[in-house]
C-alpha cells in the first residue's frame, strides 16, 4: 500500500484548504484511514479516521475538519475550516492493515504512511 499526501502550502488564518491522500490500488481491502500531524518539536497527534461510515475526530479539530474518502478515485480527503496558527504541522495520512476495521487513535496501530504535506497557517 502506497499512500501519497498533498494539498499542503501556506494559508491565512480562517482559510479552507482541503489535503488529499492518494491511495495505491491494493487500498481498496483497506477499511481505517486516518490523517495525523505533526508540528516542530512536538510528537505525532491523531487528526481524524474513517472506517466505512465511521468517522473519528481529536477535540481540536471537531467541528472545523471534516475527513472523507472516495473509494472510486483510491482518495481520502481532509477539508480544513477556519484553520488557527496552532493547525500549522506536518500532516501524514495512514492506513491500518488490510481486513482491519476498527478506528485507533495510536499511530503505532498504522501501518502504512504517505511522505506528508506541510500546511503553515499564517496569522
Known amino acids: 500500500v502506497q499512500l501519497q499526501a498533498s494539498g499542503g502550502g501556506l494559508v491565512q488564518a480562517g482559510g479552507s484548504p482541503r489535503l488529499s491522500c492518494l491511495a495505491s490500488?491494493?487500498?481498496?481491502?483497506?477499511?481505517?484511514m486516518a490523517w495525523f500531524r505533526q508540528a516542530p518539536g512536538k510528537e505525532r497527534e491523531f487528526v481524524a479516521a474513517?472506517?466505512?461510515?465511521?468517522?473519528s475526530y481529536a477535540d481540536f479539530v471537531k467541528g472545523r475538519f471534516t475527513i472523507s474518502r472516495d473509494f472510486a478515485l483510491n482518495t481520502m480527503y481532509l477539508q480544513m475550516n477556519s484553520l488557527k496558527p496552532e493547525d500549522t504541522a506536518v500532516y501524514y495520512c495512514?492506513?491500518?492493515?488490510?481486513?482491519?476495521?476498527?478506528?485507533?487513535?495510536?499511530?503505532?496501530?498504522?501501518?502504512?504512511w504517505g511522505q506528508g504535506t506541510q500546511v503553515t497557517v499564517s496569522s
Open positions: 495512514a492506513a491500518r492493515g488490510q481486513a482491519i476495521t476498527v478506528i485507533s487513535r495510536h499511530s503505532r496501530s498504522y501501518s502504512y
Open positions: 474513517i472506517s466505512g461510515g465511521s468517522t
Open positions: 490500488e491494493r487500498t481498496r481491502n483497506v477499511n481505517v
